[in-house]
């Protein structure tokens, strides 16, 4: 079926995610009202999925953002996608649904449409997101992944949120939750870092096995934060590669980069502060890459993960030391 603009994957759970989104997490070179300015150009030019969280601590703005997009017309909630994340802080149940509850107070929203566990590594519980030792460094924790699982349901059956699900799980954390005894409803999305250097064939394979959705963040290759990214890995938007197609395509390599990975069924986050790139990144409906511009942007993956986070690295849940 051909991709338009408010093309929607139906959930496992019967609600629709909009296949592209528009991502907020902004380096700290931007303010947070940035993200919310950011936000409105992006409803406005038609994003109707916006993806945020605890952690990047924008909600107030980019509630505030929606909110002001519902009051001027633009559109009705209903219209909008929202996206939060339960940040590792909060995995232990009884702080799961005050966590969410917070989130809403910030956007000032009723409900979001999708909550996720952000990341299967969790912190020491508390009001530090970022709780550390004398040394400095990360406390971690370790509570039953399903356990956290079992609180989020419970907030679905709360009608604080419409569907959950999870980000950066592997495969096995995935199965985990999918095997566990009583569970009510499956993750509908495992949100992962996603681009034409980390393909994720194989996860999304399994995902679509599982009816779980594969969403895709740092698609455009990220915004290669220095604390975070390693500052010589080769960028995406400059692959010679993606460039000779986009070229053939008179198109943007932003643009084929994110069609390469809608074609393949993936939901595409897709992150601009700047008015002109967020319009740009809105219009890969009007174009198609063939099976063969496909299979040769499928060559030029590596495996190369943008994000590997190694100040987790020795938590018993990092996900990242798996294959997929
Ligand atoms: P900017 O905000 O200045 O547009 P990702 O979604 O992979 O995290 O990538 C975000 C990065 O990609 C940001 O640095 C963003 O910068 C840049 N970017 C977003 N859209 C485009 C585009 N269409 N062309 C070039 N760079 C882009």
Redesign the pocket.
Known sequence: MALKPDSCVVLNDGHKIPVIGF?T?A?DT?TKEQAGE?TKVAIDVGFRHIDCAFMYGNEVEVGQAIRSKIADGTVKREDIFYTGKLWSNNHTPERVQPALEKSLNDLQLDYMDLFLIHTPVELKPGDDPFPKDEDGKLIFNNTDIRDTWKALEACKDAGLVRSIGVSNFNRSQLELILNMPGLKYKPVCDQVEC?IFLNQSKLLKFCKSQDIVLVG????????VENWIDQNSPQ??EDPVLNTVAKKLKR????VAMRYLLQRGIVV??????PE??K??FQVFDFELSDEDVLTLDGVNKNMRYLSIDVWKEHPKYPFHDEY
Request: net charge positive; aromatic share 14%.
């Open positions: 991502g997490y380096p931007y950011s681009h963040y740092s698609v455009l290759g990220s915004s290669r995406v938007l943007s390599p932003a643009q986050l897709a992150k601009s502060f700047n790139r967020i740009q990144n």
